[in-house]
């Protein structure tokens, strides 16, 4: 398994920003996607995560209505467009494969991750 993020960058508060994750490795139209982020001292947390078929999504609170996933089975890409950006969605974020949605079971390992930067 390997996933590769990237798009990231320094961004205004209230821009947008998309951020990429190829991955390889396994079969990709199989398996839930997920996006996650760790902030500076803090834990990483769940951002989105979206079902093998893209029918079902699921948003942590802080980013509904700003954040959308999204796949591209063909390509074997997942993305995450970031609207109305916040200091506080600074992170890096990391995407993972993900055995169900409902139980947010992941699977393979951490990829480098993409720095987002969200400053005045």
């Known amino acids: 398994v390997q996933l590769v993020e990237s798009g990231g960058g320094l961004v205004q508060p209230g821009g947008s920003l998309r951020i990429s994750c190829a991955a390889s490795?396994?079969?990709?139209?199989?398996?839930?996607m997920s996006w996650y982020r760790q902030a500076p001292g803090k834990e990483r947390e769940l951002v989105a995560a979206?079902?093998?078929?893209?029918?079902?999504?699921k948003y942590a609170d802080s980013v509904k209505g700003r954040f959308t996933i999204s796949r591209d089975n063909a390509k074997n890409m997942v993305y995450l467009q970031m609207n109305s950006l916040k200091p506080e969605d600074t992170a890096v974020y990391y995407c993972?494969?993900?055995?169900?949605?409902?139980?947010?079971?992941?699977?393979?390992?951490w990829g480098q991750g993409t720095q987002v930067t969200v400053s005045s």
């Open positions: 993972r494969g993900m055995l169900s949605v409902a139980t947010m079971e992941v699977f393979g390992s």
């Open positions: 490795g396994f079969t990709f139209s199989r398996y839930a």
């Open positions: 979206l079902t093998s078929t893209g029918d079902r999504t």
